[in-house]
């Protein structure tokens, strides 16, 4: 029983650590995710954002702290917005567990969120057009300067 519950805290901690990975490490590396991290936040986004990526997706992860119809908190809805670096506008909201699925559920959060991150997405990219995919430069090279 013991060790039961010590592997299970064990796992625990793995999946602490996997989701505070450095969002700053990964706003260095996708500018237009420090932008969208930034705008989007508020009205119910009210807690910091944590991201990681992997080969093809970048996954960032907060909570909708939600209200309901007399104006008390309900609770957190957690979410992860999973970004494809290829192409950032085809995201995808997901509920990270099944009481967060009820209240965004109960309270239609799906739209709201989808509508809140199509419009902070295509901010940021806007800002940052062509940062998104781009690879960085070999060192040493140089590459030519865009106008306009």
Sequence with gaps: MVWQLGHILFEWVKLMEYLA????????KYPFVKHL?????????????EGGETQDNIRIYNSFNVINENGYYDGFADFTVLIPKKK???FKIQWRNA???????????????????AYGMEMALKKH??????????????????RG
């Design 21 to 28: 990975q450095d969002i700053d490490g990964l706003t260095e």
């Design 37 to 49: 991290t930034d705008n989007v936040h508020g009205s119910g986004i009210n807690s910091d954002w």
């Design 88 to 90: 950032p506008m085809n």
């Design 99 to 117: 009481p967060s699925r009820n209240l965004a559920n109960r309270y239609g959060l799906k739209e709201y969120l989808d509508d809140t991150v």
């Design 129 to 146: 057009s062509g940062k998104a995919a781009r690879k960085p430069a070999p060192k040493g090279v140089r590459r030519p300067v865009r």
